[in-house]
Nanobody, 124 residues
Framework: QAQLVESGGGLVQAGDSLRLSCAAS????????MGWFRQAPGKEREIVAG????????YYADSVKGRFTISRDNAKNTVYLQMNGLKPEDTAVYYC?????????????????WGQGTQVTVSS
């Protein structure tokens, strides 16, 4: 069972960068596909990015392609989300999620483990 703790959120201005981190407990981190999701007020939770167990495959939502980069360090049990060129519409609570599978997935129901979320606020 994975326990996930996000960090790195904050208040920034449009155009700034942030790096989110998600630390996972347990010794089988490399067995999990990892994802970053976000939820803005009044909106559904949506996929931002996903990464395969080895890091060899990634997925990005169209809204963040070219600006965000997901990566992982299996030796440190950590997944990252580098966010560049932030926009006010990126404002949301960002969640880290884990899926015990070899396949990338984009739907929330496909992930079994979730962190508590970290707030990202981008001012214009």
């Amino acid at each position: 069972q994975a326990q996930l703790v996000e960090s790195g959120g904050g208040l920034v201005q449009a155009g700034d960068s942030l790096r989110l981190s998600c630390a996972a407990s347990g010794r089988t981190f490399s067995s999990y596909v990892m994802g970053w999701f976000r939820q803005a007020p009044g909106k559904e939770r949506e996929i931002v990015a996903g990464i395969s167990r080895t890091g060899g495959s990634t997925y990005y939502a169209d809204s963040v392609k070219g600006r965000f980069t997901i990566s992982r360090d299996n030796a440190k049990n950590t997944v990252y989300l580098q966010m560049n060129g932030l926009k006010p519409e990126d404002t949301a609570v960002y969640y880290c999620a884990a899926r015990y599978s070899s396949n990338l997935a984009t739907a929330t129901y496909e992930y079994s483990y979730w962190g508590q979320g970290t707030q990202v606020t981008v001012s214009s």
